[in-house]
């Protein structure tokens, strides 16, 4: 499979750093700017892109203002979720707000919390084949986020969503015309998804996660029900890494986009699961 590569620009953009941070001397530091000097700035470099961090900032002023100003109109974000951070999700929030391309890559092993487990995340390993496994995925994605007319994020969901009731009136009729525009729209994502090069094969978009809920034990026939009852999607296979337990591993195969994929995802969060390892191919 070819590898994706960013063609080399001059560096006449900016792509914003979010990352955990610590002290100058902690572990977090060491491995933030490992993979900011190993994998981002070469990669981003190459692309055109003055990589900025916030503790790289020296122009005098406060740095706060300095960050929201990078996050408000910096043509890219890079946004790594490893250990959570508080101020990172601050960040990831005031870019959805402003809806503009964002990259999110997290280190393998972290539980994303359920209000963004269904975006799109790269999963990485922190050692030396991680990093050099990262790079290609980390260039699509880059590709990928630059290329998307209207980027999607849960913010703007719920924004579109509250705007769209409020415009409307509340009686049957228009409640049922809402419903079938719902109807019509997932009809249409998944015909546009449907074929690929081939016009007469279907594509299928593998799905890969594991599921937990607080601690308790869980049948893995009992969430696929759940999954196949309510997702209304079109699932080719489904790969168990195990039968029950209190984390139980999936690899679907889904046939459609991914939107699709990512209805799994929702129904799975709103049964009360925590999922983890989401890894979208």
Sequence with gaps: MAKTVLAEQPLNKNCFIISPLGSDDSETRRK??????????????????????????????????????????????????TELNPNVMYELAVRHAKRLPVVCL?????KLPFDIATERTIFYDNDMAGVELLKPRLSKAI???????????PIYRVVSD?????????????SYILKRLDEITFQLNKLRHSTDENPFRRRSRRLSLTVSKNGEKLIADKIIEQIISKAKVEVASITL???????????????????????????????????????MN
Excluded: C, W
């Excluded at 997290?106 to 972290?110: D, K, L, N, Y």
């Excluded at 590709?143 to 994020?153: F, M, Q, S, T």
């Excluded at 799994?264 to 009360?272: A, C, D």
């Design 32 to 81: 933030a700017d490992g993979l900011i000097n190993s994998v981002l700035k070469p990669i981003l470099t190459a692309a055109g892109y003055k990589v900025i961090a916030p503790h790289e900032i020296d122009t005098p002023g406060s740095i706060t203002r300095q960050v929201i100003q990078h996050l408000l109109e910096d043509e890219l974000v890079i946004a790594n979720l």
């Design 106 to 110: 997290v280190e393998r092993g972290t």
């Design 143 to 153: 590709k990928e986020a630059l290329e998307e007319n209207e980027p999607d994020n």
């Design 162 to 174: 509250s705007i769209m009731r409020e415009v409307t009136a509340k009686d049957d009729a228009q």
């Design 241 to 279: 890494k195990d039968t029950e337990g209190d984390i139980i591993g999936f690899d679907f195969d889904v046939i459609g986009g991914p939107r699709d994929a990512e209805r799994i995802m929702n129904i799975l969060v709103e049964e009360g699961y925590e999922l983890g390892n989401v890894i």
